[in-house]
T-cell receptor, first 112, second 116 residues
Framework: KQEVTQIPAALSVPEGENLVLNCSFTDSAIYNLQWFRQDPGKGLTSLLLIQSSQREQTSGRLNASLDKSSGRSTLYIAASQPGDSATYLC???????????FGGGTRLMVKP | AAGVIQSPRHLIKEKRETATLKCYPIPRHDTVYWYQQGPGQDPQFLISFYEKMQSDKGSIPDRFSAQQFSDYHSELNMSSLELGDSALYFCASASTGNEETNEKLFFGSGTQLSVL
């Protein structure tokens, strides 16, 4: 059974810092991996999707990398802003059916 | 751009009652997914539909059922509600035939169900 772990569980940084969120998964036979953002009481917004054959994806200040063999992904946020404060969730799809297994999330707070 | 619409936003029920949650996917999306997120928990996959047929089933209790209609909207029916059913229920949609956005999920804002 796939298990997804995210470290750290919570992170507080001053505005402007570059930061890295970590995600690890136990079963490396994945189809794709997605990073989501969730604001309190709200839905999930897909940030980046990395197919199993890809190494990284970039969108604006966000860069996600994938090392399938070691079961790891990182989300890099450059020049963090207070508006980036949210919970970031990593999710893995093992069978191309979008039956995602989510990590516990990292709660990020960026202080002005 | 149109997003996934869920109704109602909030729902309060008592134990043993029934509830129906509705989901309207993004236009031209053919696949709908239901997820349950308990308080302080990560989302858990319940069930999905592709072209009005059930495609995958996750940890959905037998007390719950769902279907996708001809207009692609979906409904999650929950019976004999229990206190533990209190959660945020998300619907997501995807277009499985579009290479650019294939499999990327778009989530609705969720329905917050409280069972008293």
């Amino acid at each position: 059974k796939q298990e997804v772990t995210q470290i750290p569980a919570a992170l507080s940084v001053p505005e402007g810092e570059n930061l890295v969120l970590n995600c690890s998964f136990t079963d490396s036979a994945i189809y794709n991996l997605q990073w989501f953002r969730q604001d309190p009481g709200k839905g999930l917004t897909s940030l980046l999707l990395i197919q199993s054959s890809q190494r990284e994806q970039t969108s604006g200040r966000l860069n996600a990398s994938l090392d399938k063999s070691s079961g790891r992904s990182t989300l890099y946020i450059a020049a963090s802003q207070p508006g980036d404060s949210a919970t970031y969730l990593c999710a893995v799809d093992n069978n191309a059916g979008n039956m995602l297994t989510f990590g516990g999330g990292t709660r990020l707070m960026v202080k002005p | 751009a149109a997003g996934v619409i869920q109704s109602p936003r909030h729902l309060i029920k008592e134990k043993r009652e029934t509830a129906t949650l509705k989901c309207y996917p993004i236009p031209r999306h053919d696949t709908v997914y239901w997820y349950q997120q308990g308080p302080g928990q990560d989302p858990q996959f319940l069930i999905s539909f592709y072209e009005k047929m059930q495609s995958d089933k996750g940890s959905i209790p037998d007390r719950f059922s769902a279907q996708q209609f001809s207009d692609y909207h979906s409904e999650l029916n929950m019976s004999s509600l229990e206190l533990g059913d209190s959660a945020l229920y998300f619907c997501a949609s995807a277009s499985t035939g579009n290479e650019e956005t294939n499999e990327k999920l778009f989530f609705g804002s969720g329905t917050q169900l409280s069972v008293l």
